[in-house]
Nanobody
């Protein structure tokens, strides 16, 4: 059984930075594609960043590219989302997700394991 858990959310001001952490237990993350998603009130859950295990390639949605960085530590079995220059529109519950397939896409339904989410609130 794979368990996923996020930490690191909080209330920050616009322009601040925050780092989210995702702990994965049950299997080494080196064999999983890892994704960060977010869901704002009244909106659908959307992908923020993705890291393929096979090639190590990353994806970022346009609105966060250049500000957010996804990374992983295979030894600690952790995945991180470094969020810089935060904006009020980044406010959402952020979720970490894992999937054993090599190339899941952008849809939440393509990811098998999920954390409980962590709230990020950016004030203006």
């Amino acid at each position: 059984q794979v368990h996923v858990g996020e930490t690191g959310g909080g209330l920050v001001q616009a322009g601040d930075s925050l780092r989210l952490s995702c702990a994965v237990s049950g299997r080494t993350i080196s064999a999983y594609t890892m994704g960060w998603f977010r869901q704002a009130p009244g909106k659908d859950r959307e992908i923020v960043a993705r890291l393929y295990w096979s090639a190590g390639t990353t994806y970022y949605r346009d609105s966060v590219r250049g500000r957010f960085i996804i990374s992983r530590d295979n030894v600690k079995n952790m995945v991180y989302l470094q969020m810089n220059s935060l904006k009020p529109e980044d406010t959402a519950v952020y979720y970490c997700a894992a999937d054993p397939s090599a190339h899941p896409g952008y849809a939440p339904s393509e990811y098998r394991y999920w954390g409980q989410g962590t709230q990020v609130t950016v004030s203006s």
